[in-house]
């Protein structure tokens, strides 16, 4: 396990499987691939989990949580934002079935394509997952366009965005 002892700590993972636990400073965390857990505490951290199925805790803080390629579990603290996939990937890296669940605070989850479950909990959150973006990226495969999320707003006045076919729980 690899723990953060000093302040504004910044770990780059080696492509094996890792468990992380931050501190409560801002901290940075990029997992690269395997199957990691990462803890990030208080503080003002970005955590990548990248390729792997991953399990992502980002606690409190303004933490900014985001996953990979994979099946990948994300549990947020209190206004947190996550995104199932890294801004620089194609759409092809953004499959994996995940279970997001946002906690205290008014989340916002981010994720797409895959049989996502996602839930945000307490507080006004916003969840976002759309399966169809556009056909015109050759590396897109069809297959991973329309599969069936759940959303669950829980407590609060939350937003549910979706597409066909998927579970809207208010």
């Known amino acids: 396990m690899v723990e953060f002892e000093n302040y504004h700590t910044h770990y780059i993972g080696t ?10 400073s801002d901290n940075g965390i990029y997992a690269k691939g395997g199957n990691d857990t990462v803890v990030a505490l208080g503080g003002n951290d970005w ?4 390729a792997g199925n991953d399990v992502l805790y980002g606690n409190d803080g303004g933490e900014s949580v985001t996953g990979g390629v994979g099946n990948g579990s994300g549990f947020l603290g209190t206004g947190d934002v996550i995104t199932g996939w890294k801004s620089s990937n194609s759409p092809s890296d953004m499959d994996g079935d995940d279970f997001i669940r946002g906690g205290a605070g008014d989340d916002i989850i981010i994720n797409n394509f895959g049989s996502n479950f996602l839930l945000g909990d307490s507080d006004d959150d916003t969840i976002l997952a759309l399966d169809g973006h556009s056909a015109a990226d050759a590396s897109v495969n069809e297959a991973d366009f329309g599969t069936v999320d759940t959303h669950e707003g829980g407590a609060g006045d939350d937003r549910l965005i979706g597409d066909d076919g998927d579970v809207m729980i208010v």
Request: aromatic fraction near 0%; glycine fraction near 14%.
């Open 15 to 24: 492509g094996a499987s890792v468990e992380v636990e931050a501190n409560d």
């Open 47 to 50: 955590v990548e989990g990248n």
